[in-house]
C-alpha cells in the first residue's frame, strides 16, 4: 500500500511538473532589437534610452508611430496584468508596441521579465529615472504615438481590458484593431 501511494505521488509530481514546463515554453518571451523601431531621424535631441538588448540607444521623441509604448517594471503587479492585452495587440500586427522599463535593479531582470512574460516586442531600458519628468510617477503608463512622432493619448494607470486596449487604439490613433 505506501509503494502504491509513493508511486501515485511521484507520478502527480512528474504530471504537474510536465505541464508546468509545457505551459511556459508555448509563449516564452523573446528580448528584441530595437532596430525595429521606426524613428524619425530629424529629431536629434531629447531623452536618449539604451534598448533592453544591448543595441543602439534610442531617442523617445524620434519614435513615430503608429505606435504604443508602455512603460512598465517587472516588480508591479498591475504592469503584469496588462500584458497579455498587449500580447493580443500584436498579434493583430497592426501598430508597433515598445516597452520601456524603468526602475529596474538591473538590464538583466528586466530581461528576465521579458521573457517569462512572453513580451515579444522592443523594450527600451531607463536606467536612471529620466523618463519620470515624461511619462510621471508610477506604472503602468501607456502612451499612443501617431506617426508624426506625436502623443495624441495616454493612459495612467492599468488596462482594464484587452477591450479598453483595443478601444483606445482605434480612438486615438484611427486603426480598427
Not at 102 to 117: I, P
Not at 124 to 135: E, I, N, P, Q
Not at 139 to 157: A, D, Q
Given at each position: 500500500?505506501k509503494k502504491m501511494i509513493?508511486?501515485?505521488?511521484?507520478?502527480?509530481?512528474?504530471?504537474?511538473?510536465?505541464?508546468?514546463?509545457?505551459?511556459?515554453?508555448?509563449?516564452?518571451?523573446?528580448?528584441?532589437?530595437?532596430?525595429?523601431?521606426?524613428?524619425?531621424?530629424?529629431?536629434?535631441?531629447?531623452?536618449?534610452?539604451?534598448?533592453?538588448?544591448?543595441?543602439?540607444?534610442?531617442?523617445?521623441?524620434?519614435?513615430?508611430?503608429?505606435?504604443?509604448?508602455?512603460?512598465?517594471?517587472?516588480?508591479?503587479?498591475?504592469?503584469?496584468?496588462?500584458?497579455?492585452?498587449?500580447?493580443?495587440?500584436?498579434?493583430?500586427?497592426?501598430?508597433?508596441?515598445?516597452?520601456?522599463?524603468?526602475?529596474?535593479?538591473?538590464?538583466?531582470?528586466?530581461?528576465?521579465?521579458?521573457?517569462?512574460?512572453?513580451?515579444?516586442?522592443?523594450?527600451?531600458?531607463?536606467?536612471?529615472?529620466?523618463?519620470?519628468?515624461?511619462?510621471?510617477?508610477?506604472?503602468p503608463v501607456t502612451w499612443?504615438?501617431?506617426?508624426?512622432?506625436?502623443?495624441?493619448?495616454?493612459?495612467?494607470?492599468?488596462?482594464?481590458?484587452?477591450?479598453?486596449?483595443?478601444?483606445l487604439v482605434n480612438s486615438?490613433?484611427?486603426?480598427?484593431?
Amino acid at each position: 500500500m505506501k509503494k502504491m501511494i509513493a508511486l501515485l505521488a511521484i507520478s502527480s509530481l512528474l504530471v504537474t511538473g510536465c505541464g508546468a514546463k509545457s505551459q511556459a515554453a508555448a509563449s516564452p518571451g523573446k528580448v528584441v532589437s530595437c532596430t525595429s523601431i521606426t524613428s524619425d531621424s530629424s529629431k536629434t535631441t531629447g531623452t536618449s534610452l539604451q534598448c533592453l538588448d544591448g543595441g543602439a540607444p534610442v531617442l523617445l521623441e524620434s519614435i513615430k508611430g503608429p505606435a504604443v509604448i508602455n512603460v512598465w517594471g517587472s516588480w508591479c503587479a498591475p504592469c503584469k496584468q496588462e500584458i497579455p492585452y498587449f500580447i493580443e495587440l500584436k498579434k493583430t500586427g497592426k501598430v508597433t508596441i515598445i516597452g520601456i522599463d524603468v526602475e529596474e535593479k538591473n538590464m538583466e531582470a528586466g530581461r528576465k521579465f521579458v521573457q517569462s512574460q512572453g513580451i515579444s516586442w522592443p523594450n527600451l531600458y531607463d536606467a536612471t529615472g529620466v523618463t519620470k519628468s515624461a511619462f510621471g510617477m508610477g506604472v503602468p503608463v501607456t502612451w499612443f504615438i501617431n506617426e508624426k512622432s506625436e502623443l495624441v493619448k495616454s493612459k495612467v494607470g492599468v488596462l482594464a481590458s484587452k477591450k479598453e486596449l483595443f478601444d483606445l487604439v482605434n480612438s486615438a490613433l484611427g486603426i480598427k484593431v
